[in-house]
């Protein structure tokens, strides 16, 4: 009577059996409390930086839509000054005394066609 | 072994000393920044966060131009000039200052400018007002220190007075007053919006901070008048031309549709000037006669009795009645104004010839046929007042309506005699528009329309959008068959005036001619004279209603030679202007 072992290798037992030869790498540079204080803080300033020119940045945009706005009010007030002329030109008085008005005359007849 | 301060070492009381100095640093700004942090942080706000109002622009009005809509009433920003005397002192500059100002707002500038920029003890001193924008930026390029401008907003009337009863006016406040300014100040003005926001030093909105509100302006409504601008000027200068015909003093014209009560006209005379309210002595001429000025109707008023008794079924026009030019009703003798047309007479030979026997004889024969009875007084009042408005507001959108007085016959005075004398139009107080209004249903059908001067307004777009057709406030207030017989009544009374109108048109009209009260009794040597008419092309399609009252001091004038040739001069333009073809 034969008896036959079933074992179970899993993939990644497979993997390491295949990359067997890597080796870790570790660095000779040793860091010490004050270096890392001073990339703490190197990072901090950084970000500081960034942050700063953000809002800096969207100030600009505040001065950018203030100087719109102002041309905004300036050409309503433009509009309204047309506005007022043009209602200025077309009101009956000027019309009434405009050169083609004058050479105007009534009519002697008037006649309709039946509806 | 650790190396230990000694007890009492100078080193020890230092470290002391910074300890407790620390300490006190620590306790103070504990106590500034915790403590009192609301009251820093409310004083940081008050120096960095702007709060403004930002101004909503009062609604424009428009009138009619046919059935476009024109401005009437625009906004314009203008500037106040002022100075600060002590730096143009210091500069030296009051000179080029003058110079300039004279050359660029010469018309604007207040009396005197040139001494105010000499007061050394003043820091502000107004030297111009109302200038427009152009001046104002030809002043800022002279770069002159010490001179600064405050924008205003103010009212424009491209066409001068046109209507400025109707409009009404806009004070310093920037608040409406009187007409259409006065009653829809709150649709016009809109609402104010609020900024609340950090600024920098020159006051520029910043984004940063949490605290920041917009709330943008609500912009006014604008607002378009049924009034058309063309019937308006010819109204006014038929006005005026009446005016002067008849050496009155004052007169005012009703234009109505009678088909859905807009008013395409209102005018009174003497008026004013809106953009220069400010200027006007008498208060009394901002007030809009045709809705606040409650007079005795006097015979147009005859129409309304004639309705209430065809409409009633005691009598039509052709009935008759026995006229002896006076008739006596309880302690008190009615006498005709117009004599000679005594006998057996029709109705219509008595609206004709305005006898006010006939009308008298009308509110008889609304009770038992002899006395003006209580039924006769309760019938009379429901068509005067309760049915055709006289005596109560109309609601038409003006500022200072007044309603008037009509006695009821339930009042003690509401007698028999006080009616016989509103059955030709005396003894009772109504407005021009309120007799409008009624004579309107009286010759539409029988429909009554609440008058109104709005027409529509138009959209933020600029496009005009036009309310819903009116429909009657009160449908059947006479029979369809008594406004028939009362337009062919009015039209046989006023064709006994041959050749005033033109040929193929179907008008209609009814003079009046009311006294003054004066301290209480009638003045003899004063009459308030109206016209009350209105044309068409045929009997069933009127397409407006005209009221004209004229009146002057110590002047006795009539309804027919003084109030009617204004109606005639209006009514042969409408024609024209309507564009109505001729039927008859």
Redesign the interface.
Known sequence: MSQTNNYYVSRRQQNYSRNQNTTRFQSAVKLGPVAHTVLVALMIIVLGLIYVTQ?TR??G???EA?KIDSQIADYN??K??L??EN??L????TVKNSSVAKEMTTPAN?Q?V?? | MKPELLQGSRSRILASVVLVIAAVFVLRLFYLQVIQHNHYVSLAQQEQVKKERLPATRGEIYALSGDSP??LV????VYTVFVDPAVIIENDSADKVEKVMKAVAGGNVVDDFDKLLDKEDSRYQIIAKRV???QAEKIKDEKLSGIGFTAVSQR?Y???Q?AAQTLGFVNADGVGNYGLEGYMNDELAGKDGRLETVTDVSD?????GDRNIREPAENGKNIVMSID??IQ?KVEQALAAGIQRSRATDASVVVMDPNTGRVMAMANLPTYNPSEYYKVNDAALFNNGTISAPYEPGSDVKTYTMAAAIDKGVATANDTYYNTDSIKVDDRTITNATKGHTGVISFQTALTWSLNTGFVTLAERLGNGKDITKTARDTMYEYFHDRLGLGQNTGIELANEQKGIIISPDDADGNAVRYSNMSFGQGLDATLIQVTSGFCALINGGNYYKPTVISGYVNGEGEYVQNATPQPAKLGVVKETTSQQIKEMTHVARSSFRGIDKAGYYIGGKTGTSQVIKNGVYADDETIATYLGYGGSDIDHPEYVIMVSIHGDHRILGGSADAMPIFTDISNWML?YLKI??KG
């Open positions: 809002a969207t100030t945009y505040d001065y203030q007030e433009q309204s000054e506005e007022v209602a200025r077309t009101a009956l008085e008037t309709y039946q509806e | 024109v401005k625009l906004n314009e920003t427009t924008r152009t424009v491209p066409e001068g046109l520029v909105p910043l984004t940063i601008r063309n000027s024209d073809q001729p």
